[in-house]
């Protein structure tokens, strides 16, 4: 299984970026994918996972109503839409698969597979 993100950048403060992750090695009925990411001395956090069986989804208190996650089953690739963005959302983002039911009100689920990240940096 290959996780491929991309889509960062570098943007001002109140910009957006979309980022992109296409999946490909596997054949499931039921999957997610999420975002994650981290901040240099930081931890990895969550932001975002999405269900690729009934769109059901999750955000982190601290993007919601400025990103939004969003799928294409046919092409296995989840995107991130990231609007207002903000210094703080400066961190690597990486994409990551979850193999199995879900549903967005169950949060971040367990991940099988990791993608490489993308960075994306915000400036103030």
């Known amino acids: 299984v290959q996780l491929q993100a991309s889509g960062g950048g570098l943007v001002r403060a109140g910009g957006s970026l979309r980022l992109s992750c296409a999946a490909s090695?596997?054949?499931?009925?039921?999957?997610?994918m999420c975002w994650f990411r981290q901040a240099p001395g930081k931890e990895r956090e969550g932001v975002s996972c999405i269900s690729f069986s009934d769109d059901s989804t999750y955000y982190a208190d601290s993007v919601g109503g400025r990103f939004t996650i969003s799928r294409d089953n046919a092409k296995n690739t989840v995107y991130l839409q990231m609007n207002g963005l903000k210094p703080e959302d400066t961190a690597n983002y990486y994409c990551?698969?979850?193999?199995?039911?879900?549903?967005?009100?169950?949060?971040?689920?367990?991940?099988?597979?990791w993608g490489k990240g993308t960075q994306v940096t915000v400036s103030s």
């Open positions: 090695g596997f054949t499931k009925d039921y999957y997610a």
């Open positions: 990551a698969l979850h193999i199995g039911y879900y549903r967005g009100s169950w949060g971040y689920p367990r991940m099988d597979y």
